[in-house]
């Protein structure tokens, strides 16, 4: 078969031919890389979607929390109003109580002024000056009396209790007595715990000390 081109004129259709595929291969890429970029912008596309969606809910929900928060702040605000109201009514309470328990008290000391001097005559001691509440070097007597026992002078010195209970209150009335018997050095002091009721070991700790322990149903 004859030579139709000469080696110029095919190197230079060669060359022609390969440019022209190169061409279109890069042509081709760049449909490839198109395809491929409009996949990631679908992609994209629904994971905004999707962020969009969750941001909205959470955004409802933060205005939800806020709601309840203001809620709370609310129901602690009314609380806080209630406690107060209740502390106030509870120092009232507590006032009243300690008024009534006073007044009781003051009943049982009334009470024993008007029944002791019989009581006490009966234990041999008689009442020469009446009972009554003193006060004596700063230290406050609520039951007083001067008496005689067995032809002896005495100081009568008593405490009062609703319900004796506690040590404490021996020492208090043994202070108290101790008060007393250096304002009458000469005098015999004899100390009285008046209650309504006080235990056997509490007795039995007064007795000890040299305190007499008179219920209130002995000398009914």
């Known amino acids: 078969m004859g030579r139709v081109f000469d080696e110029p004129q095919a190197a230079a259709i060669a060359k022609v031919v390969a440019e022209a595929a190169e061409a279109s291969q890069r042509e081709l890429v760049k449909m490839k890389d198109f395809s491929e970029l409009k ?3 679908r992609s994209l596309g629904v994971t905004v979607s999707d962020l969009a969606e969750a941001q909205k809910r959470t ?4 205005e939800e929390l806020a709601a309840a928060q203001r809620e709370l702040a609310e129901a602690q605000k009314r609380t ?9 009514e509870l120092r009232d309470t507590k006032t009243e109580v300690g008024g009534l328990a006073r007044s009781m008290a003051y009943a049982l000391e009334n009470e024993a002024y008007r029944v002791l001097p019989a009581f006490l005559k009966q234990q041999g001691i008689t009442i020469t000056e009446r009972f009554m509440r ?3 070097a700063g230290e406050e007597i609520n039951v007083f009396a001067e008496g005689k026992k067995d032809g002896r002078e005495v100081i009568i010195v008593g405490e009062t209790e609703l319900k004796a209970t506690s040590v404490r209150k021996l020492k208090q009335l043994a202070r108290k007595a101790a008060v007393v ?11 009285l715990l008046i ?12 007795k000890e000390r040299g305190i007499f322990v008179i219920q209130s149903f002995e000398w009914q």
């Open 39 to 41: 996949e990631i912008v």
């Open 59 to 62: 955004e409802q929900r933060v």
């Open 80 to 88: 806080e109003i209630e406690i107060r109201k209740l502390a106030g």
């Open 134 to 136: 003193t006060e004596i």
């Open 181 to 191: 018997q250096e304002s009458y050095p000469s005098r015999e002091i004899i100390s």
């Open 195 to 206: 209650t309504h009721y006080a235990p056997r070991a509490l007795c039995e700790k007064a």
